[in-house]
């Protein structure tokens, strides 16, 4: 099964308006609408360097962080209780619902990172599969001059010196 590709223009797009749509009523603070906006920046950037992985995986890096500082942000500001407005309840929503959506966009958005040439990121963490650029395929027959194991007697070759 192949994943569909997504346009990250479409995934800026959504975001955008979605961030905008929960602005709109002031019950976030002003760190909600710097950090989403400026990670959306960085996908501006993303978008007009096509061959920039540096550029994908610091949108992929960024829209990652801003799933826990959202989660914070509508921990610590949603009110809890209390009669509130149709226009808090719909920016709240579309606030939610960005955030419901932005693990989906991490999905394609690393999809859109291995496809300009990223490679899998492991943090440093030991890789699952292994190194097979050393291995030597048993298929073909090596066609070059055999190197002899050992010098022979009548070549003079400098060896170590003692000290």
């Known amino acids: 099964m192949e994943i569909p590709a997504i346009n990250l223009k479409a995934i800026v797009f959504v ?10 009523y002031p019950w976030l603070p002003l760190s909600y609408a710097w950090g989403n906006f400026t990670i959306l920046a960085v996908a501006v950037w ?17 829209m990652s962080i801003t799933i826990l500082t959202d989660i914070i942000h509508f921990g610590i500001y949603y009110p809890s209780g ?3 407005s149709s226009l808090f309840r719909f920016c709240a929503g579309m ?6 959506l932005k693990p989906a966009s991490c999905f394609f958005v690393y999809q859109m990172y291995r496809e ?12 699952v599969t292994p190194n097979r650029d050393s291995y030597q395929s048993i298929d073909q027959q090596n066609s070059g001059p055999a190197i002899p194991p050992y010098s022979q007697a009548g070549e003079s070759k400098a060896g170590p010196q003692a000290y």
């Open 15 to 24: 975001h955008w308006l979605l961030t905008t749509w929960g602005c709109m």
């Open 46 to 62: 993303a978008i007009a360097q096509r061959d920039s992985i540096d550029a994908v995986l610091m949108f992929l890096i960024g």
């Open 82 to 84: 209390g009669v509130v």
């Open 95 to 100: 606030a939610i619902l960005s955030l419901i």
């Open 116 to 127: 300009r040439g990223g490679e899998y990121v492991s943090f440093g963490l030991p890789s």
